[in-house]
């Protein structure tokens, strides 16, 4: 089969290599559509090559022993562990199963595929991180809640699900994307949008000012998808100072700006993929990340389903995997804006 290997540049090579098999509690899907994320580059800048591909949208080839909920045939898509073999820049991938998901029939291969990590991020820093109600324990008091970097993949995922939650007033901070953003939120429950093209100073008035209108006085959580270009800086001004939470989403920067009143965490995607801590297990808590991720995949396939969830907007990039050097470049570059690059891996050369 055809593997995309991504390394520092990016520089993108496409290598013929075998098929892998499934292991235990693994399944291996024949990939129509990956997915691309900005960690798709950053990380072989730091790190070797590798295929850092982790969205999968595709077709059940086989299963490994212990599979209970798929078999061959079945349209899926699923989050490959990050930095393991057999990633998504390929003909065929690797996906534990319970951060592999049924994509109903009305959901094309192109949406899948922009779901997997970038709608579980969003879910593991509303959830797991500050601690929000979740979608079937939806709250009935005004929770304030802002969002900055509101039209990228996580950001936007992250107000569908806190409107699930019945989250509100969602203050979301977006820039050329800021459209999209609207027919996201809910004027009627106190949502608006703040453009960060204003200026720093700005946006704190503006989300100050966005707080007066819905009524309320204080804001106590923040989802930070940018996590850089003052994004906490200016999160920190308006933050509450009494049981405030921020959650950010870059690992290893330096956020000493926070003040110590705010509870501050970053929010790590790969935790799906992780047991509980040493501490947890010897306290006896058997479950963890893993769990967390199986529940919220199926989440996102029953609201597939019934049409109250849905995938972020998407760009096929040309060329299958041949394509992913020029979309990893754009990523880089910051070409796109409130779209996720796709690749349609049967159009490889």
């Known amino acids: 089969m055809k593997e995309a290997i991504v390394a520092k540049g990016p520089k993108v090579t496409i290598h013929d290599v075998p098929i892998p098999k499934p292991g235990p509690s ?6 129509v559509y990956s997915g691309s994320n900005p960690k798709d580059w950053k990380r072989p800048q730091i790190g070797e090559p590798h295929n850092s591909g982790d969205d999968i949208a595709g077709i059940v080839e086989a299963v490994g022993d212990g599979v209970l909920e798929f078999k061959k045939g079945d349209r899926v898509a699923a989050f490959h562990e990050m930095m393991a073999p057999h990633g998504s820049f390929a003909e065929y991938a690797i996906a534990w199963d319970y951060t592999t998901f049924h994509l109903p029939g009305q959901t094309s291969f192109e949406e899948g595929a922009s779901i997997p990590l970038a709608a579980m991020t969003a879910a593991v820093g ?25 039209s990228g993949a996580v950001g936007a995922y992250a107000i ?5 939650s019945n989250i509100h ?22 949502d608006t949008i703040v453009d960060y093209r204003n200026g720093d100073s700005a946006v704190v008035t503006g989300i100050q000012e966005a707080l007066k209108k819905a009524g309320t006085k204080e804001v106590k959580y923040a989802f930070d998808a940018v996590s850089e270009h003052n994004s906490f800086q200016n999160i920190s001004q308006v933050l509450s100072k009494h049981g405030s939470k921020i959650t950010l989403v870059l690992p290893g920067k330096d956020f000493s ?12 995607v790969g935790s799906v993929h992780m047991d509980p801590s040493e501490g ?11 769990e967390f991720g199986y529940v919220f ?16 907007p998407h760009e096929v990039v040309p060329g299958g995997l041949n394509g992913v050097e020029k979309g990893l470049a754009n990523l880089k570059e910051g070409v796109n804006s409130a779209t996720k690059y796709v690749f349609k891996i049967e159009d490889t050369k």
Request: hydrophobic share 45%.
């Open 280 to 290: 947890k297990a010897k306290a006896g808590i058997i479950t963890g990340g893993k």
């Open 257 to 268: 700006a926070i003040p110590n009143h705010i509870e501050k965490s970053t929010t790590m």
């Open 26 to 31: 693994q399944v291996l899907i024949k990939v």
């Open 297 to 312: 995949f199926r989440l996102f396939s029953r609201g597939l389903q019934q049409g109250w969830f849905s995938g972020h």
């Open 126 to 150: 509303l959830y797991m991180r500050m601690g929000l109600p979740e979608p079937w324990n939806a709250t009935t008091t005004p929770t304030p809640l802002i969002v900055y970097g509101a």
């Open 169 to 190: 007033p969602i203050i979301a901070v977006a820039g050329r994307g800021a459209a999209f953003v609207e027919s996201l939120i809910d004027r009627k429950k106190g």
């Open 160 to 164: 569908k699900l806190a409107k699930l």
